[in-house]
């Protein structure tokens, strides 16, 4: 399985993002997928999930600014990021479940992208 997450950058406060995670050897129609993010001298934190049967949660950080949706045909999964703050700065990495996963949405991730850098300046 290799996740490949990109469309990081600079932005400044209230600016968009799309961050994109592009699945290979696993099917996101069938799998939960996840993103999470890792700011400098913090520990990773759990961002948005979607799961196979297409049900969505958010942290309550980002709840109402970020939407997780999937592109089955592109076997991709997205984070569309909206009025980006600077504590949004992180390194954002995606994750997938196995397929047909029944646990939660915050476990069993079995699989993770390399991250790409989200930094928001004031």
């Known amino acids: 399985v290799q996740l490949q997450a990109f469309g990081g950058g600079l932005v400044q406060a209230g600016d968009s993002l799309r961050l994109s995670c592009a699945a290979s050897?696993?099917?996101?129609?069938?799998?939960?997928m996840g993103w999470f993010r890792q700011a400098p001298g913090k520990e990773r934190e759990f961002v948005a999930a979607?799961?196979?049967?297409?049900?969505?949660v958010y942290a309550d950080s980002v709840k109402g600014r970020f939407t997780i949706s999937r592109a089955n045909a592109k076997n991709t999964v997205y984070l569309q990021m909206n009025s980006l703050k600077p504590e949004d700065t992180a390194v954002y990495y995606c994750?997938?479940?196995?397929?047909?996963?029944?646990?939660?949405?915050?476990?069993?991730?079995?699989?993770w992208g390399q991250g790409t850098l989200v930094t928001v300046s004031s």
């Open positions: 979607i799961s196979w049967t297409g049900g969505t």
């Open positions: 050897g696993r099917t996101v129609s069938s799998s939960g």
């Open positions: 994750a997938a479940q196995p397929p047909y996963y029944t646990g939660t949405y915050f476990t069993g991730y079995d699989s």
